[in-house]
């Protein structure tokens, strides 16, 4: 009887097992896709940004007016640069230089793996440096969502930029993985979080504090915006909230009624621009109107 019950817990471990392995190689596999020969209705520049360890980055650029301020837009996760195109058709509309790279093993910039940030946050280093470089008299901000916000945040060269607008990021990496296995798998899924943690561990060759914004985006020296929906259960408000707490002032919280885990932009329209355009205008215009119509 005891023999057959051993037998049978042995068994579900090593299933979990298996399924953790599994799950680990499917978030942080590669999410390569080809955009280099995307049309679009904005006059992009195609660029390739250096990096340290020569994986280098790519990424479109549009410019604007002069001293109307820069704009780095980092997408989500498995997503790549064309996720951020709506946005930098109201950016360069409102004169702004507009730049949208693919994060590390997403769109066309190389990589294996996915790692939550912590080689994405070098990407978000090296376009940052690249915009300094190509509009030195500007003032530089940025808009992040969920893998894009974190790779903003957990950066750890000083960025230096003046606005950042972070959506739906997770305060830990706990608790993003833990809401994705409750939401697919249910209350029991959270019992794959050990294993799961450790395999993101293993394949991004980090330690899983490294990868939690809540314990970097004091160190983030800019006037922030966080966005999240009401609805969101990949990242929850009160998550965002304490995010909001964490951060240092100059800082901003909308809470988007109904919105859930997408494209705040597609969602809240006039509004969403409304509200960012505020904001940077604000921190990156500051000798300009801050009024702007639906």
Partial sequence: ?????????AGVIVFLMIVSFLAGELVTGSAATATETLLTDLPVESVCIPTEDGMNVRGWLVNGEQGGGAVLLVHSIRSNRVEMLSRARFLTAHGYHVLMID?????????SRITFGALESKNVE??????????????????????????????KQNTRLSAVVL???????????????????????????????????????????ELSPIKRINNLSSPVL????????????????????????????????????????EYAGKTY?????????????????????N
């Fill in 167 to 209: 959506e739906s990021l997770h305060p830990t990496i706990e608790e993003a993985v833990e809401n994705r296995l409750r939401l697919f798998l249910g209350e029991p899924g959270s019992l794959l979080l050990p294993l799961l943690l450790a395999q993101i561990a293993f394949f991004t060759d980090t330690q899983i504090d």
């Fill in 273 to 293: 621009e409304r509200e960012v355009l505020g904001f940077l205008s604000y921190y990156l215009r500051p000798s300009k109107s801050h009024t702007f119509e």
């Fill in 103 to 111: 994060l590390q093993a997403h769109g066309e910039t190389p990589g």
């Fill in 126 to 155: 090296s376009a940052i440096n690249f915009l300094r470089r190509t509009y030195p008299n500007e003032r530089i901000g940025a808009i992040g969502v969920s893998l894009g916000a974190a790779a903003i945040v957990l950066a």
């Fill in 1 to 9: 009887m005891f023999r057959r019950i051993w037998i049978y817990l």
């Fill in 226 to 265: 966080l966005i999240s929906g009401t609805d969101d259960k990949h990242t929850t408000p009160p998550e965002t909230e304490r995010l909001f707490v964490a951060a240092r002032e100059p800082k901003e919280l909308w809470i988007v009624p109904g919105a859930g885990h997408f494209n705040m932009h």
